[in-house]
């Protein structure tokens, strides 16, 4: 069996957004493959180094929101980056390996440095912290976005150079592009927790409701009667992913027939539907700290197995067990 590695920063709760487009495909990879689920927290420290009394709990709500979503903890390890060393120290091997210039001309390091003003070591290293994630399980895939492919063509990179200089160590990873539609936001740009114009998979039924209501719509059909355009209004396109008959809405928009309170008290309830189940097992989970924990700490004895097991092959190849 194949083995991926999947990662994501500790942000607390999970959207639409989030969910859509990495966790539902997770969910139905840990079937198949070997599956590691790393929340990397040391990734989160890159940007929130100053102020980390809420990792606890964002890693809590992120480890809810993946077993409500769906991921099986018999499956798939899920686990806290930081409760395996190992994951440190092949990243300080790596680092020998790789370049300054590589790392600077990453479109990720410059887009994030204009926007947040970051240029410390540890930010800079973040991909090669991220290929040690990746290389330390000896992935064969990891199922991404496509912001992140470069990163990952950096991780098999590093797989290929180190393989050369030591001898066979490493699968060289691939990109496991998921397709997803893009999620808008309220707003409708992309939904994104950092805008504020999210669906949280916590929020509740009224929540919701309260949301799309001020969802941005056609801003060309300003009342009922006015023909709209489901072809550029994000409310359609979640239709298009909640609502089983979203085709019979198309003629009424357009023809105004059908105006945009009634339409989105339609998506409101397909929505919370589909939601209904992950809020419900959500719920539970969140009354239960220790089990959660408990499955984060068992993932993370599962996942120090493998790590130590390639990581002990890493140190003989690179002649570093020296007793
Ligand atoms: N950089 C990834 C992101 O921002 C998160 C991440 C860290 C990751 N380590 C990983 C993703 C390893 C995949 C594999 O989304």
């Not at 198949?32 to 180094?49: G, K, R």
Request: glycine share 6%; aromatic share 8%.
């Amino acid at each position: 069996m194949e083995t991926i590695l999947s990662g994501m920063k500790p942000t607390g709760q999970l959207h639409l957004g989030n969910y859509e487009g990495a966790l539902k495909n997770w969910a139905a990879l840990q079937n198949n493959y070997e599956m590691y689920t790393c929340i990397v927290d040391w990734h989160a420290l890159t940007s929130e180094f100053a102020e980390t009394g809420h990792l606890k709990d964002n890693i809590f709500q992120m480890a809810v929101d993946f077993l409500a979503g769906g991921l099986d903890p018999q499956k798939c390890a899920i686990f806290i980056q930081s409760d395996v060393k190992e994951h440190a120290e092949l990243h300080l091997l790596l680092s020998m390996l790789t370049t300054v210039p590589t790392l600077t001309r990453l479109p990720t390091y410059n887009e994030q440095k204009e926007e947040t003003g970051l240029d410390s070591y540890g930010f800079l290293g973040y991909p090669v912290l991220q290929a040690a994630d990746i290389l330390i399980y000896n992935a064969h895939k990891v199922p991404v976005g496509k912001d992140q492919e470069k990163h990952i063509w950096l991780a098999a990179d590093l797989a290929k150079r180190f393989n050369n200089y030591y001898g066979k160590t490493f699968n060289e990873p691939q990109v496991l592009l998921t397709k997803f539609p893009t999620i808008p936001g309220l707003d409708g740009r992309k939904m994104s927790k950092s805008l504020n114009n999210h669906i949280a998979l916590a929020d509740s039924e009224e929540e919701t409701a309260k949301k799309l209501k001020r969802m941005f719509t056609d801003p060309e059909k300003l009342r009922k009667g006015d023909p709209g355009r489901p072809e550029i209004c994000p409310v359609y396109l979640l239709h298009q992913i909640y609502t089983p008959d979203h085709e019979n809405i198309v003629a009424p928009c357009q023809s105004g027939e059908l105006g945009c309170v009634d339409c989105k008290k339609r998506l409101t309830e397909n929505l919370n539907k589909a939601l209904e189940p992950i809020r419900e097992k959500r719920k539970k989970l969140v009354e239960k700290p220790d089990f959660v924990f408990d499955i984060l700490r068992d993932g993370a004895g599962r996942a120090r197995e493998k790590a130590q097991a390639v990581m002990a092959k890493v140190r003989e190849n690179m002649k570093l067990a020296y007793y």
